[in-house]
């Protein structure tokens, strides 16, 4: 395609890169001669051919003469003057009596159809990169990769250490010694391993022996060469962890290019009891030919991995396993250590009577399950037994027995709502973004574009194909072009917008592409989505070009994989006037996009192993502050958290008091009062209370509300069903991320209705945003308090001028948009699972609303000047 003295073209901004164009064939079918990666990978070679010289540059040695590559089988080079330039490699005339720069090359290598990316951005297929600079030898066969002449005197040394015997060869019983015996050795091999108790730790023993067999790719001795080539290949690797996941995979990608097939995975977990252990511990790979349940097994994990691609990358296969591998950490550790208490006689499950009666015995167990209870007095206290029932439901959804997998990812998610907000930007680093260009408009809509190369992503632009202007346009004769730019690039996903999208539906519909897709705009093209394959559809209630009702989209997303796809829409609030709105939908621009880093949320969320809207939810925490997010880890984000704070007789609730003041010099007041005086990291769609006004606002009461034949009638039975629900639809539940902490105003009887009434605190169907219901029938609660005080719902302000609202934790499940047509019922989730609350914004709600009277929590009363 390309002059191999030709200058590459670049993109401009970010991290992006533009094929050549300047020579580029005029738009049409592909030529024969330009061959999709698929077609070379069977049974073609790839040889130097001499061409006529062309003019060398004064920099280039004159010794060089060029070479074109020819595919045995395909169409012979082009000829001058044919308007196709064959690609150009720098070679040395040929020796003496030797063949004519004759040379071979594996059968996967395939030209790149453009030109390198710039310095400092990984090409993931280097691989299959030729290098330009280097003179081929006459008898040589031609180097894939070359690589900078190297000092092995270090990995000499190590290896010196480990060979005591001098013979050139290491045991793995010589590697495990020196590792235990010298540190120099344990700090190159495995740094961070403790090597001092490799023999009493078996995570640590395993990560060794790992390194062994990774090494040696199977064999019984090493030898120094075996050491030299595979830390020179896994130089750069950081972790323990990382290197044991890193040398599996180099076990399974045995041709090196840096992506595995399921093939590759099913093959190599039949060829190395090492891999078929690491992957899938206990399914025997022996049958995995014959055995329906051993491959279905395998084939769904390989689809959790790769999200749905062809491919998995070194990329995907360390974030997976990194999760997966969780047993490795302290918490884990822990949670194993518990559960083995409770387990006493070791049956692999234990029953509620297991789990109460450890919680009495054994402080240990009572700390980790509920901290801060004292639980040996259980069968006298009535709040405590309950407590440690609603434990055991919410740990067993239903079920009467409770597995480690259950524990354990109970008290993952709980644990993982403590850590501060993820910073996606060292991930997406990693991740490789193809955005087709006709359609996402990179000159009149430049924003979009440069929001993603900035946002961190590899990015890369196909612009070599037609902006499909015209109706039916004819996608398939450009199809192949695009697949060449996928077989190059490798992304992890893929980006349309407007009239790109048609390129979307026919990769999906020639089955070239079955990775993560993001669609900006619904193009009517677009009739269903494909199975198995990440889809997000990001569209507004507005768009001018493509006019789509909610119906109709809900029903579009409705025809993907359960899980997998997300409709990101915008719409117009109800009116609280003539012609004003709240909130108002997007065009067919989409600007909310370029807010509140939405569009790479969403590129993320496409390429969440979780699914899109789980991962969607999840950052709506990352819009608070650090302190709000604090304040809210101390209170809790369940039910029988906040019961550990109740003072009431027993904790049951049940006395005529209700409200219970906080002491000002307590760290529950402090913490009440640092989420109700924190701002958003963003500024707010709705700024009625200036940040300067706001910091004059001062907290002089904090009430806490102990109703508990409230939480017990009403809240109880609600979160334990959603959490069944959550486990009906294949999704995890996670205290923090599907409950949240609101704010909700009104005037005095009816704050003393919803404190004191023994049954529902809150009346959804009865009450809505001032009786204009903006987004549907509910409870409405504000995300934060200074938008309830600036929007004066807090009633008359009392004589001494102070006002008061509560603070509620509530169950959201779910959410979904509301619309002002909501009147009680929400859409379907998954039939027959509907949405469980909703809110103003899918991007970064500050308003939500809840349907049902247990949804809602109301925890403190604050009182404030």
């Known amino acids: 395609r390309a002059s191999g003295t030709g200058a590459a073209g670049t993109g401009g901004g970010g991290s992006s890169w533009a094929p050549p164009l300047a020579h580029a064939t005029p738009m049409s079918p592909p030529p024969a001669a330009r061959l999709p990666a698929r077609a070379l990978h069977r049974g073609m070679s790839l040889t130097p051919v001499p061409m006529p010289t062309p003019t060398v540059p004064a920099t280039s040695s004159s010794a060089l003469a060029p070479v074109s590559i020819q ?15 064959g690609v150009m490699l720098p070679a040395p005339p040929p020796a003496p009596g030797s ?90 091999v495995l740094p961070g391993v403790d090597s001092a108790s490799l023999m009493s730790d078996a995570d640590c023993f395993d990560a060794v022996d790992g390194a062994f067999t990774a090494i040696g790719g199977g064999k019984q001795r090493l030898t120094c060469a075996d050491f030299i080539a595979f830390f020179q290949k896994t130089n750069g690797e950081k972790t323990p962890k990382t290197k044991s996941i890193a040398l ?34 206990g399914v025997d790979s022996s049958k995995l030919m014959t055995d329906a349940k051993s491959f279905d097994a395998v084939d769904e994990l390989f689809n959790n991995i790769s999200g749905g691609r062809p491919r998995v990358t070194l990329a995907d296969f360390e974030q997976h396993y990194r999760q997966a591998m969780g047993e490795k950490t302290p918490k884990s550790r822990k949670c194993r250590e518990v559960f083995n208490m409770i387990d006493a006689e070791g049956q692999g499950y234990i029953s509620k009577l297991n789990f109460i009666a450890a919680m009495q015995q054994n402080s240990t167990v009572d700390d980790f399950i509920l901290p801060g209870a004292d639980s040996s007095q259980v069968m006298n206290n009535e709040w405590n037994f309950d407590a440690i029932d609603a434990m055991f439901e919410a740990i067993a959804c239903g079920r009467k027995r409770i597995t480690y997998a259950e524990f354990e990812k109970y008290f993952r998610n709980t644990a993982a709502i403590i850590e501060p907000p993820l910073n996606f930007c060292s991930a997406r680093s990693k991740r490789r973004v193809l955005i087709i260009g006709p359609g996402f408009g990179r000159e009149m809509n430049p924003r979009q574009g440069y929001m993603i190369e900035q946002a961190g992503f590899q990015v890369h632009w196909v612009s070599n194909i ?41 990769m999906w519909q020639m089955g070239c592409w079955r990775g993560p897709t993001l669609l900006i705009n619904a193009h009517p093209a677009c009739k269903q989505l494909p199975q198995g394959v990440p889809v997000v559809l990001a569209h507004g209630a507005n768009d001018e070009v493509y006019p789509t009702g909610r119906d109709e989209l809900e029903a579009l997303v409705a025809t993907g994989s359960p899980n997998l796809c997300f409709l990101y829409y915008t719409a117009n609030s109800g009116q609280l006037s ?29 390429l969440c192993p979780q699914g899109p809207e789980v991962h ?132 005095s009887e009816a704050l003393d209705s919803i404190i004191t009434n023994p049954v529902n605190g809150f009346q959804p169907l009865a009450t809505g945003s001032r009786n204009s219901a903006v987004w549907g029938s509910g409870t409405y609660f504000a995300r934060d308090a200074q938008y309830v005080a600036g929007s004066h719902f807090c009633g008359q302000p009392a004589t001494d001028g102070s006002r008061q609202m509560l603070m509620c934790l509530l169950i959201t499940g779910m959410p979904c948009l509301g619309d002002p047509e909501h009147r009680g019922v929400l859409p379907f989730r998954q039939r027959p699972h509907r949405y469980n609350s909703s809110v103003d914004s899918l991007s970064s709600p500050e308003v939500y609303i809840v349907q049902h009277p247990g949804a809602a929590i109301p925890a403190y009363l604050i009182t404030f000047v």
């Open 71 to 85: 595919v045995a089988g395909a169409p012979p080079p082009p000829t001058p003057g044919s308007g196709l330039v």
């Open 99 to 188: 063949a004519a720069g004759s040379a071979a090359l594996p059968q996967h290598w395939v030209a790149p159809p453009q030109s390198p990316p710039p310095a400092g951005m990984r090409n993931p297929r280097v691989s299959r990169t030729l290098t330009f600079d280097t003179p081929i030898a006459d008898d040589a066969t031609l180097e894939i990769e070359r690589q900078p002449a190297e000092d092995h005197s270090a990995v000499i040394a190590v290896f010196d250490l480990i060979d005591v015997d001098r013979d050139g060869t290491v045991s793995k019983l010589d590697f495990i010694m020196a590792v235990q015996r010298h540190s120099a050795v344990s700090d190159f």
């Open 248 to 281: 599996i995979f180099d076990l399974i990608d045995r041709e090196g290019n840096g992506a595995v097939s399921k093939l590759d995975l099913i093959a190599a977990m039949q060829r190395d009891s090492t891999v078929d252990n690491f992957i899938l511990p």
């Open 466 to 506: 037609p902006n499909p202007e015209q109706p039916n346009f004819p996608v398939a004769p450009y199809i192949g072009n695009i697949m060449a730019e996928l077989d190059w690039f490798q992304p992890d996903i893929v980006a349309c917008a407007s009239k790109g999208g048609v390129y979307a539906v026919g």
């Open 578 to 606: 003539p012609g004003m709105f709240t909130r108002e939908g997007d065009r067919h621009n989409m600007e909310s996009l370029l807010l509140r880093d939405c569009l790479p949320r969403l590129i993320d969320a496409a």
């Open 616 to 747: 969607i939810v999840r950052t709506w925490r990352e819009r608070l502050s650090e302190d709000r997010i604090a304040a809210e880890r101390w209170l809790g984000y369940s039910p029988e958290r906040l019961r550990r704070l109740w003072c009431s007789p027993s904790h049951m609730g049940r006395e005529d008091q209700k409200a219970y003041e906080v002491s000002p010099e307590s760290d529950e007041f402090e913490q009440v009062v640092a989420a109700f005086k924190a701002q958003p990291r963003e500024t707010p769609a709705y700024l009625l209370y200036p940040p300067a006004e706001w910091e004059r606002v001062q907290v002089v009461r904090v009430e806490r509300i102990e109703n508990g034949a409230q939480d017990e009638g009403s809240t109880r039975p609600y979160y334990n069903s959603v959490r069944r629900t959550f486990a009906d639809q294949g999704i995890d539940f996670e205290p923090g991320i599907h409950t949240c902490w609101g704010f909700h105003g009104a005037d």
